[in-house]
Structure formats: structure tokens, C-alpha cells
């Protein structure tokens, strides 16, 4: 129920980038490791329950607008926020309203003349040492991916900090979902030229890295999926037969060696309607709340789909004023970082 009161409605840790003026597409084909000519505009939202929502329908708002901010695959960790400017990382702190952007990687991967290449960053927090450490996965392919070239480059968020390479020998792979970080450990979906997935767990205080290959089922059905946190584990949330059947699938990984559990969930047949008219292509998945609920998100028009993976229950919540297709969500965990960014 939605409190009448006109006292300021509470923010809900969830923030929305709005990307404006480059595309999705030229992002990800812009060649700069350096200053990008044209990295467009990006606003960093965060996002509050409209006064004007009621029982029946749920809005959100805009509650404070950090112009500059924001940008793609944003990722959340203990209060901060990771993303990806053209093929440089960034961080913000909407705490303390600082923000931070990271040297270029020096990886020579990108003179070779290679037509497919990609940055990709994650973020880590060792708990005993309290460090947080950037992974970056530089990654080149020939037009069809059967030729793969892979580096992983490592910064220490502290002053002095500087990109180290990790050396790693196994099989170069490209990374599918934004990585999880859970107890020291970063762990992240990937496929190989070959098209077969593993979870790949990077170890953020030792720097060592393990393959844990995906749920057979995963790698031969799976075609839409989102890689969240649930109960404290890595987990699958499959979603490509929502719109048909009403079916998701959820894989858990109990055990790092590679034991996954399964559940089947059905929703209501009252909330059906929910998912009758969504292109589940589109459909992206860009978290989990406090209370279990996976957030996905439709971008034009531009609505959330919270779903109680515990209750199964489904509800749509839409947002006002989201005018552009690129748009990017992230949920913040309930701490706030007092973190001086500096390095």
C-alpha cells in the first residue's frame, strides 16, 4: 500500500543512466582506449516512488539527477558504481557526489587489426583486506570469433594504483553478463568461440582464476538469462520461455566445483498478461533487490518487471520521464560508502 503521507518518499537505491547522443552500437564500436572525441551525454538518475502511484500502479521518478554521470554495464558494490565511458572505467560515489575516471589499460591487443574488440570490466572487494581491485578482460576475435586473443589487467583502487597484467593461460572467452562479486570472489558468465558457456570466478585477493563449466541445459536452450546474486550464491535466471509457457528457470551454483541446482517457476496465471506483449530479445536483467525481487527492464517504453523469486509474484512498476532507448539500471545494496576515490 502507498502511503498518502506528503512527507519526501524514500530512495529506493536504484539508479537509471541515460546514455544520449551515442548510441549503444557506437559505443561499443568506438576504438579509443584514451579521450573519446565523442563519448555523448549521460545522466545518472536516482530514482524515487512517484506521490502519484497508488495500489493499483507503481511509479517511479526521478529524485536527484547527477548530469555527466552514468554511462554503460554499470555495476553496484558496497555503494559505488563501475561503468564503462567508450572503453574506459569509471566510478562514482553518489554518496559523496565524487567521481573517478581509471587510466587506459596499456594493452598492445588493440594495434593488432582485428575487426571484434572488447573491454569489459568488473568490479571486486577483498572483506579481509578491505581493497577493492578492477578487473579489466581485454578481448580480441576475427569476424566470426573461431580466432580469439584474451588479457586480464588488474588496478588496486588505493592511491598510486596502476593496471597489472594477470597472467592467464586458458582459453580465451568473452565475457556475456555483468560479473557478481560474493565473498571475495568475482564471478562472471562467458562463452567460448566454441559457444560453450562456463562461469568464470576470478579469486580478488589471490588474483587466481576458475572455470566452472554452466548447466548443459543452459548452454544448448538458454537463449535469454540473467546472472544474479540469490541467497548469497551465483545463480542463472532463465527467462527465454516467460512470454510462451509462463516458465522460468532458475540455476543455483551450491557448490564452487560445479554442483547446480534447479527450479522450475510458473507465474500466476493472473499475471500472464504481464509478459504477453514482451520481446524477451529486449528484455535485460539488471539485478536483485534486498527482498529477493530480480529487476528486469524493458527500455522503450521504458518499464521495470520486479519478480519475488521467493512469493513468485510479478508486478510492473513504470518510470516517468525515461526518453531514450539507451537506458541502464542499477540497484545500490543498502550501505553507503564514505570511500575518499583517489589514486
Not at 217 to 239: L, M, N, R, T, W
Given at each position: 500500500?502507498?502511503?498518502?503521507?506528503?512527507?519526501?518518499?524514500r530512495p529506493l537505491g536504484l539508479y537509471m543512466s541515460l546514455n544520449m547522443g551515442l548510441s549503444l552500437a557506437r559505443h561499443y564500436l568506438c576504438d579509443s582506449m584514451e579521450l573519446c572525441?565523442?563519448?555523448?551525454?549521460?545522466?545518472?538518475?536516482?530514482?524515487?516512488?512517484?506521490?502519484?502511484?497508488?495500489?493499483?500502479?507503481?511509479?517511479?521518478?526521478?529524485?536527484?539527477?547527477?548530469?555527466?554521470?552514468?554511462?554503460?554495464?554499470?555495476?553496484?558494490?558496497?555503494?559505488?558504481?563501475?561503468?564503462?565511458?567508450?572503453?574506459?572505467?569509471?566510478?562514482?560515489?553518489?554518496?559523496?557526489?565524487?567521481?573517478?575516471?581509471?587510466?587506459?589499460?596499456?594493452?598492445?591487443?588493440?594495434?593488432?587489426?582485428?575487426?571484434?574488440?572488447?573491454?569489459?570490466?568488473?568490479?571486486?572487494?577483498?572483506?579481509?583486506?578491505?581493497?577493492?581491485?578492477?578487473?579489466?578482460?581485454?578481448?580480441?576475435?576475427?569476424?566470426?570469433?573461431?580466432?580469439?586473443?584474451?588479457?586480464?589487467?588488474?588496478?588496486?583502487?588505493?592511491?598510486?594504483?596502476?593496471?597489472?597484467?594477470?597472467?592467464?593461460?586458458?582459453?580465451?572467452?568473452?565475457?556475456?553478463?555483468?560479473?557478481?562479486?560474493?565473498?571475495?570472489?568475482?564471478?562472471?558468465?562467458?562463452?567460448?568461440?566454441?559457444?560453450?558457456?562456463?562461469?568464470?570466478?576470478?579469486?580478488?585477493?589471490?588474483?587466481?582464476?576458475?572455470?566452472?563449466?554452466?548447466?548443459?541445459?543452459?548452454?544448448?536452450?538458454?537463449?535469454?538469462?540473467?546472472?544474479?546474486?540469490?541467497?548469497?550464491?551465483?545463480?542463472?535466471?532463465?527467462?527465454?520461455?516467460?512470454?510462451?509457457?509462463?516458465?522460468?528457470?532458475?540455476?543455483?551454483?551450491?557448490?564452487?566445483?560445479?554442483?547446480?541446482?534447479?527450479?522450475?517457476?510458473?507465474?500466476?496465471?493472473?499475471?500472464?498478461?504481464?509478459?504477453?506483449?514482451?520481446?524477451?530479445?529486449?528484455?535485460?536483467?539488471?539485478?536483485?533487490?534486498?527482498?529477493?525481487?530480480?529487476?528486469?527492464?524493458?527500455?522503450?517504453?521504458?518499464?521495470?518487471?520486479?519478480?519475488?523469486?521467493?512469493?513468485?509474484?510479478?508486478?510492473?512498476?513504470?518510470?516517468?520521464?525515461?526518453?531514450?532507448?539507451?537506458?541502464?539500471?542499477?540497484?545500490?545494496?543498502?550501505?553507503?560508502?564514505?570511500?575518499?576515490?583517489?589514486?
Amino acid at each position: 500500500m502507498v502511503s498518502s503521507s506528503l512527507s519526501r518518499p524514500r530512495p529506493l537505491g536504484l539508479y537509471m543512466s541515460l546514455n544520449m547522443g551515442l548510441s549503444l552500437a557506437r559505443h561499443y564500436l568506438c576504438d579509443s582506449m584514451e579521450l573519446c572525441e565523442n563519448p555523448g551525454k549521460t545522466e545518472l538518475l536516482s530514482l524515487r516512488l512517484s506521490p502519484s502511484s497508488s495500489s493499483a500502479e507503481s511509479l517511479l521518478e526521478p529524485d536527484l539527477t547527477f548530469p555527466g554521470m552514468g554511462g554503460y554495464r554499470m555495476v553496484s558494490l558496497r555503494g559505488l558504481i563501475l561503468y564503462t565511458v567508450c572503453r574506459k572505467a569509471c566510478i562514482y560515489n553518489p554518496a559523496t557526489r565524487q567521481s573517478l575516471t581509471l587510466p587506459a589499460v596499456k594493452s598492445n591487443l588493440f594495434a593488432q587489426q582485428e575487426p571484434n574488440k572488447h573491454v569489459y570490466y568488473f568490479f571486486g572487494h577483498d572483506p579481509v583486506l578491505d581493497q577493492y581491485k578492477i578487473v579489466c578482460n581485454v578481448m580480441i576475435a576475427s569476424l566470426f570469433f573461431e580466432r580469439t586473443t584474451s588479457e586480464y589487467w588488474v588496478f588496486v583502487l588505493e592511491p598510486g594504483g596502476f593496471w597489472k597484467k594477470v597472467e592467464y593461460d586458458d582459453q580465451p572467452h568473452l565475457p556475456r553478463r555483468q560479473g557478481l562479486c560474493i565473498n571475495g570472489v568475482i564471478y562472471y558468465p562467458a562463452s567460448s568461440h566454441k559457444c560453450h558457456y562456463n562461469v568464470y570466478c576470478f579469486d580478488v585477493r589471490s588474483e587466481e582464476i576458475r572455470v566452472i563449466q554452466a548447466p548443459h541445459a543452459v548452454c544448448q536452450f538458454c537463449k535469454s538469462f540473467g546472472f544474479i546474486e540469490h541467497g548469497g550464491k551465483p545463480a542463472i535466471f532463465d527467462y527465454t520461455r516467460i512470454r510462451e509457457t509462463g516458465v522460468l528457470e532458475l540455476w543455483v551454483l551450491e557448490v564452487d566445483g560445479g554442483i547446480w541446482s534447479r527450479k522450475s517457476l510458473v507465474l500466476k496465471p493472473c499475471q500472464r498478461h504481464l509478459v504477453d506483449e514482451i520481446n524477451v530479445n529486449e528484455l535485460i536483467v539488471h539485478g536483485t533487490a534486498q527482498n529477493n525481487e530480480v529487476i528486469s527492464a524493458l527500455t522503450y517504453p521504458c518499464y521495470l518487471l520486479y519478480y519475488d523469486l521467493i512469493k513468485n509474484d510479478l508486478r510492473k512498476v513504470s518510470i516517468i520521464k525515461a526518453t531514450t532507448r539507451d537506458v541502464s539500471f542499477r540497484v545500490l545494496d543498502k550501505c553507503e560508502s564514505i570511500m575518499h576515490l583517489k589514486i
